[in-house]
């Protein structure tokens, strides 16, 4: 399969938000398309980068968020290259997008001046964690993490 990744452009606003909404589809289209255009408009702190893999007829069969954390669970340095979103189409799966995505985001870290590249997954997605095993990344541990309103 032919397949490029490269950096999210304007005229992918639509296939980055169908992708991303299939990622998180918790926020709605319409959360998900005003952080694209703030992204496009450089009013957004998070993602600092996002790269696309297309086919060779130019069909968007996955994307990859990335940030730069200053810490990441289990990492020694101080400036992170973080995997803040990571998908791939169903039908893409197991056919080496993601670990082309991963590959590219992992030159995009080095770019920034990182030397380590981290992520996180939900604790039950056993099969994101397979993909990130698969891929060289080691389990540094898991979290839960709560909140509660505080306001009156």
């Given amino acids: 399969m032919l397949l490029i990744v490269r950096p999210a452009e304007p005229a992918d606003a639509a296939a980055w938000l169908r992708l991303r909404y299939a990622l998180w589809p918790h926020g709605t289209e319409g959360e998900h398309r005003q952080e ?3 992204f496009f408009a450089g009013k957004a ?3 600092m980068a996002v790269l696309l893999a297309l086919d060779a007829g130019q069909r968007a069969l ?3 968020e990335l940030s730069i954390r200053p ?4 990492c020694r340095s101080t400036r992170v290259a973080y995997l803040e979103g990571w998908y791939v189409v169903p039908a893409a799966r197991h056919q080496g997008v993601g670990r082309a995505l991963v590959a590219a ?3 995009w870290g080095r770019d920034q001046g990182c030397r380590e590249f981290a992520s996180d997954i939900e ?3 056993d099969v994101s964690a397979a993909a990130h095993l698969a891929l060289g990344f080691q389990e540094v ?7 509660k309103d505080i306001t009156q």
Avoid: K, L, T, V
């Fill in 36 to 38: 694209i255009e703030d």
């Fill in 62 to 64: 996955g994307m990859a």
């Fill in 105 to 107: 985001a992992e030159a």
């Fill in 71 to 74: 810490f990441a669970e289990g």
């Fill in 123 to 125: 604790p039950a997605n």
């Fill in 141 to 147: 541990g898991s979290i839960r993490c709560f909140r």
């Fill in 45 to 47: 702190a998070e993602p």
